[in-house]
């Protein structure tokens, strides 16, 4: 049904036009990058420098809160489609790891829809949403490292990578946050592509991933910043559920000092290095920031020299975020802003409201509508997103009464989702943190759990935005929970989520 939606509206796309013609969008995604690692953001570490980054902030609009996915593939699926993972029909995971797989028929994506209605479309980076990496389908241009494809080269996050040149595999060293970042300067300035058509961009970095690498002119630049330990690395956590002892990355050593627990990593991070002190952690991440933000710099600069920066509208997030430290956790995937938040920047200079903050939650599906609002392209098949238009034209007052939902299902999507809570319901868990629907209404976040026996979670952002205090539990918020529970089920309902009828019973009541 969706394959013939998808084509049906292919002669009727357009896109609209501004004074200065039809707007390019140019996204650049990062991976693995908490909010926490920009220094535009207040929540920012000590030593946190990104003058480029922040430069961007000061052009557009800053958003508090956004919420892009639990971890890599469902991240990238959700912003290919426009939909949470429980409506993304067919994506899997096959093979070895990280081979995933999906069926184009059944799970097209957004970027088909921008070449068919007139744009070149262009992808330099990385890529993990199925071994179909989409070159001629999705993508006029191409050069990707295919994680999935290559599974022996897929801890290749900084060199030595298995590209593909529109097509064609080439084995290329160098470090790859800089060779992506030339790659796409050239494509900015021309070069690849014609010049009488917009143009999408999607530029993934795979920085800041685990083996978290810094380019060697970086190396040591924050090892003298001062280090904060966060309040609940060890614990103990009281009234947060018990998973959280089965996911601790951190301990104290002989001498007293917070470091890495050795075993348990799953996604090859700098987990395994030997004795990896805390703050050695958080200076090498900071290091390997800096390569990217040099990186933002250089595509900014590139829009200005060709021209086309007032006619770009450029947005600038992270896959999901990564705890480092907070709850215990070295890792993302957990319903918490360390684990899931991630940095959200969008900008237009001429066209968006410059140096603004908005603090109304949004996630990876209300991307897909504004980019599809923005560039009049309709999308045939339903999206989960709303168009944030409204909220980049008035960041700080516009009328915009949606709470913001989020989910993790592990490495399943759309039917298999409920076929595994029906079938097992223990199973819903993905590297010990189980499935979860979250709601983040402004002020509270409210967390439901989808493997049976785990309690529910509510949290006051404002008193508490280090998520501390599960106030679930507290009878005074009773009227709250009550009401962030209903908003919940209602955006289940409004997604078509056919695991609502399969929630397991609410452990706390």
């Known amino acids: 049904m969706l394959r013939a939606a998808f084509f049906l509206f292919f002669g009727a796309l357009t896109h609209s036009l501004t004074a200065a013609g039809p707007q390019n969008i140019l996204f650049i995604l990062s991976d693995d990058q908490s909010y926490k690692?920009?220094?535009?953001y207040p929540e920012?570490?000590?030593?946190?420098?990104?003058?480029?980054?922040?430069a961007l902030a000061k052009t557009g609009v800053r958003f508090s809160h956004a919420y892009m996915g639990a971890w890599c593939m469902p991240a990238r699926a959700s912003l290919l489609t426009g939909r949470h993972p429980h409506g993304i029909q067919s994506m899997r995971m096959e093979g070895k790891y990280p081979a995933s797989e999906y069926d184009?028929?059944?799970?097209?994506?957004?970027?088909?829809?921008?070449?068919?209605?007139g744009y070149h479309t262009a992808h330099i980076g990385k890529w993990h949403t199925g071994t179909d990496s989409g070159f001629g389908r999705d993508w006029d241009y191409q050069i990707v490292w295919n994680r999935p494809k290559h599974p022996d080269n897929s801890g290749a996050y900084y060199g030595d990578q298995i590209?593909?040149?529109?097509?064609?595999?080439?084995?290329?060293?160098?470090?790859?946050?800089?060779?992506?970042?030339?790659?796409?300067?050239?494509?900015?300035?021309?070069?690849?592509?014609?010049?009488?058509?917009?143009?999408?961009?999607?530029?993934?970095?795979?920085?800041?991933?685990?083996?978290?690498?810094?380019?060697?002119?970086?190396?040591?630049?924050?090892?003298?910043?001062?280090?904060a330990i966060p309040a609940?690395?060890?614990?103990?956590?009281?009234g947060k559920p018990d998973y959280l002892n089965e996911t601790q990355s951190w301990k104290k050593d002989a001498k007293g000092q917070?470091?890495?627990?050795?075993?348990?990593?799953?996604?090859?991070?700098?987990?395994?290095?030997?004795?990896?002190?805390?703050?050695?952690?958080?200076?090498?991440?900071?290091?390997?920031?800096?390569?990217?933000?040099?990186?933002?710099?250089?595509v900014m600069q590139a829009l200005k020299d060709s021209g086309q920066l007032e006619n770009t509208?450029?947005?600038?997030?992270?896959?999901?975020?990564?705890?480092?430290?907070e709850h215990g956790f070295r890792t993302k995937l957990a319903p918490y802003?360390?684990?899931?938040?991630?940095?959200?920047?969008?900008?237009?200079?001429?066209?968006?409201?410059?140096?603004?903050?908005?603090?109304?939650?949004?996630?990876?599906?209300?991307?897909?509508?504004?980019?599809?609002?923005?560039?009049?392209?309709?999308?045939?098949?339903?999206?989960?997103?709303?168009?944030?238009?409204?909220?980049?034209?008035?960041?700080?007052?516009?009328?915009?009464?949606?709470?913001?939902?989020?989910?993790?299902?592990?490495d399943h999507y759309g039917s298999d989702v409920s076929r595994v809570m029906r079938s097992d319901p223990r199973k819903a868990v993905h590297h010990h943190v189980p499935w979860f629907a979250a709601l983040n209404d402004g002020r509270y976040k409210y967390i439901r759990y989808l493997q049976p026996g785990v309690p529910e979670e509510l949290y006051d952002l404002h008193a508490d935005p280090e998520e501390l205090t599960n106030l679930a539990q507290d009878t005074k918020q009773r009227q709250t929970l009550d009401r962030l529970r209903n908003s919940a089920l209602e955006e289940l309902h409004r997604t078509e989520a056919d695991y609502i009828g399969e929630l397991p019973k609410l452990a706390n009541d």
């Open 37 to 40: 690692t920009l220094s535009s």
């Open 44 to 54: 920012a570490l000590a030593g946190v420098h990104t003058p480029a980054i922040d």
């Open 104 to 117: 184009p028929e059944k799970c097209p994506f957004f970027p088909a829809l921008l070449r068919a209605g």
């Open 163 to 227: 590209l593909a040149f529109n097509g064609v595999e080439k084995r290329i060293s160098g470090y790859s946050t800089d060779n992506y970042t030339e790659w796409a300067c050239d494509y900015i300035a021309g070069k690849n592509r014609p010049a009488d058509k917009p143009w999408y961009l999607w530029l993934c970095y795979g920085a800041i991933h685990g083996p978290t690498t810094p380019a060697d002119r970086h190396l040591g630049r924050h090892k003298k910043d001062h280090v």
């Open 232 to 238: 609940d690395i060890l614990g103990p956590r009281p």
């Open 258 to 298: 917070i470091v890495a627990i050795k075993s348990g990593e799953s996604f090859g991070d700098v987990a395994n290095q030997k004795s990896l002190r805390y703050a050695d952690y958080i200076h090498q991440v900071n290091d390997c920031v800096a390569a990217l933000d040099e990186g933002v710099a250089k």
């Open 313 to 325: 509208l450029v947005i600038f997030t992270a896959d999901q975020g990564f705890a480092m430290g």
């Open 337 to 410: 802003d360390a684990n899931y938040r991630s940095p959200l920047i969008i900008a237009q200079p001429g066209t968006l409201p410059e140096g603004k903050i908005c603090q109304r939650p949004v996630n990876a599906t209300d991307l897909v509508a504004t980019i599809s609002a923005v560039s009049g392209v309709k999308v045939p098949w339903r999206l989960h997103g709303r168009n944030l238009t409204p909220l980049l034209k008035n960041p700080e007052h516009a009328e915009w009464p949606f709470p913001c939902f989020f989910e993790a299902t592990g």
